[in-house]
């Protein structure tokens, strides 16, 4: 009969909350704030104005932010299709292939991706890519942003595929469906909020990547992130600023997006 | 036994010996039975007494280990689930939470290479027979538990398949409803014509609707017979114990021979009656059916007991009474008859003819 623990009783419990929500969020907002500045410092404030934003369309970097966003969209949306083509196959083999050979390796290869650090992925992938003598450029990011998007596209996928009972399909088969035209038919399509959620996932991995791409990208190929980096070696101009914040609302948009789908696909079952 | 030709049988489907193992653990001893064309069979028996994994292995989600398994004389143990001509309504029903109604129920006829407006005016159609047919566009989700089910039915039922399989298809439904389904079911399964296999654990379900059940326990089948047969001449300690309920009496039998035991009773009494086949001569069980025991006065009657206490049941009375020799015995009487016997009187026990059968372990 204990009465439950009200975690908000605790002694410091609000200071430690707010210290942790304005060390993570502080900055973000900031940089947001400062975008919409009229005047060209950026750490004082002279009125709201939309400038900065015209000039990330129009002003004199315009050109090689619109390459660098060309490219990034076509390379997260190329990588995302392929993760979660891949993504998917790997969770239908390790949801409903049974018992293999090999199992728990296959998830922990999976999975790894996302323990490895970052920064050895990049220097690995450079290294590999010079190794079979491969040109780097945007060919080269896209593959390895396909590499790294998998474990992200997988996780949803497959939390989708687990809770999908497997009799659904003993049903179609028992109506006469061919194992094909069961996953076709009846597991593809209640898989599609996961699916969704995945493609979704990756997608905004890949855009909002900076090491990996900035390894293997190729001399004169940018990506959104590699750009502003450039950008910002040169001294950090209130364009940045409101680039960054919309790159940050694109990000926020579809990881909601994700979220939401993920959830509907949960609460209609 | 050893029918190799395949003759055509009135036999819709032949259990031959199947074994089924996982691993280390036999769920199937080599069962074997035959389901006649039209029959309300029922598989009854405990949890994990295999009756589901036989059914699973009549539909093709479980290979056989050995032994073959076969529909209108062909043995099918090869075919893959989806060129069985049998078609399954599932526990949990697995409607197809994406698709509507008919949809549903027309996904097999699809399957078969039907155009579309034939499979949907048959849909529609068994649709009307388990009286769904206002509900063809809703999807399942919009349909109360016992609507679902007859989706499911419906959804088996549509290509015509020479056997039903049904996997304990009313547990999920509440008391009430249940009691009105399995008549609508019975009267659906004579009106199809179709063979109908089904798994229970409920006795009262199986005895109600089936022509024939197999009782099966440990992954062996304990007896196969009507209803009637399977409560009134149970062949062993088990089927007599799980169906309905009995006393259990450790009694010498001094003689059996044709069907018959010459039994000494504790107390001395001696009676006469029918013994199970495999049932020998020497120690064994009695079972005396509660419902077939009379009480008369003390000193008459074959055995004499106490009573102990007694249970109301409405339209019983149950008499819980201890035997002189120690055994516990369970008397049920209907109310209104007689007096009942107050606690702590003694009486005397007369073995109705029908009550009493000496079993085979």
Redesign the interface.
């Known amino acids: 009969m204990a009465k439950p623990v009200d975690l908000r009783r605790f002694t410091g419990f609000r200071a430690i909350t707010w210290l942790c929500l304005f060390v993570l969020y502080a900055p973000l907002v900031i940089v947001a704030i400062y975008s919409f500045n009229d005047s060209t410092s950026i750490t004082r404030w002279g009125g709201f104005s939309l400038k900065w934003y015209v000039d990330v369309f129009t002003g004199p970097e315009a050109p090689k932010f619109r390459d660098a966003a060309i490219n990034s969209f076509t390379i997260a949306i190329g990588a995302a299709v392929c993760a979660t083509l891949i993504a998917t196959a790997a969770a239908v083999a390790m949801n409903r292939a049974g018992r293999f050979r090999g199992k728990t390796a296959s998830l922990a290869l999976i999975n790894l991706p996302l323990m490895v650090p970052e920064i050895v992925t990049a220097v690995a992938s450079l290294v590999f890519f010079i190794t079979i003598g491969f040109k780097t450029g945007l060919l080269t990011i896209f593959i390895a942003h396909i590499v790294f998007c998998i474990p992200f596209a997988y996780l949803p996928i497959s939390a989708r595929m687990q809770s999908v009972?497997d009799?659904?399909e003993?049903?179609?088969?028992?109506?006469?469906?061919?194992?094909w035209?069961?996953f076709r038919?009846?597991l593809l399509?209640?898989m599609v909020p996961g699916i969704l959620s995945g493609f979704l996932l990756a997608f905004i991995i890949s855009l909002d990547d900076f090491l990996i791409t900035n390894f293997v990208k190729g001399a004169g190929v940018e990506t959104l992130p590699t750009a502003i980096f450039g950008s910002v070696k040169q001294g950090i101009k209130p364009n940045i600023m409101a680039i960054s914040t919309l790159l940050l609302g694109v990000s926020v948009v579809f990881v909601t997006l994700s979220w939401i789908i993920g959830r509907a696909g949960q609460s209609?079952? | 036994m050893t029918s190799t030709a395949a003759v055509a049988t009135a036999n819709a489907v032949e259990i031959d010996n199947v074994v089924k193992r996982y691993g280390f653990v036999t769920a199937l001893h080599g069962v074997s039975m035959q389901i006649g064309d039209g029959e309300f069979f029922t598989l009854l028996g405990p949890s994990g007494c295999g009756k589901t994994t036989l059914l699973r292995c009549i539909a093709g989600f479980e290979d056989v280990s050995e032994g073959a398994i076969r529909l209108h004389g062909q043995d099918i143990a090869p075919l893959p689930p989806h060129k069985r001509e049998v078609n399954t309504v599932f526990q949990q029903y697995a409607l197809f939470p994406h698709m509507t109604v008919l949809q549903n129920v027309s996904f097999g006829l699809l399957r078969l290479g039907w155009s579309v407006s034939d499979a949907e005016a048959r849909a529609k159609q068994v649709l009307e027979l388990v009286q769904l047919g206002q509900f063809a566009e809703r999807r399942p989700g919009q349909l109360s538990g016992g609507q679902q089910q007859r989706v499911a039915l419906a959804r088996a039922l549509a290509p015509r398949p020479k056997v039903l399989l049904l996997d304990e298809p009313l547990s999920a439904l509440d008391l009430k409803l249940r009691q009105a389904v399995r008549s609508e079911l019975k009267a659906i399964q004579r009106e199809t014509g179709i063979a109908f296999v089904f798994v229970t654990h409920d006795q009262e379900e199986a005895l109600t609707m089936s022509d024939r059940i197999a009782v099966m326990s440990a992954g062996h089948v304990q007896q196969i017979g009507t209803p009637r047969e399977i409560y009134e001449a149970p062949s062993n300690r088990f089927v007599a114990d799980f169906i309905g309920e009995t006393n259990l009496l450790d009694v010498t039998a001094n003689r059996v021979s044709d069907g018959i035991a010459e039994i000494l009773l504790p107390g001395g009494a001696r009676l006469s009656c029918p013994a199970a086949l495999g049932a020998r001569a020497g120690q064994g069980h009695l079972s005396l059916r509660p419902e077939r025991l009379g009480i008369a006065a003390p000193g008459q009657g074959q055995l004499q007991a106490t009573v102990e206490d007694h249970v109301y049941l409405g339209t019983d009375t149950q008499l819980h009474t201890r035997l002189g020799s120690g055994e516990a015995l369970v008397v049920r009487l209907q109310n209104g008859a007689a007096a009942i016997p107050e606690r702590g009187a003694r009486l005397g026990l007369e073995i109705e003819a029908g009550a009493a059968r000496l079993l085979s372990d």
């Open positions: 009972p009799t659904y003993q049903a179609a088969m028992d109506l006469y469906a061919t194992p035209e069961a038919l009846v399509p209640l209609k079952r």
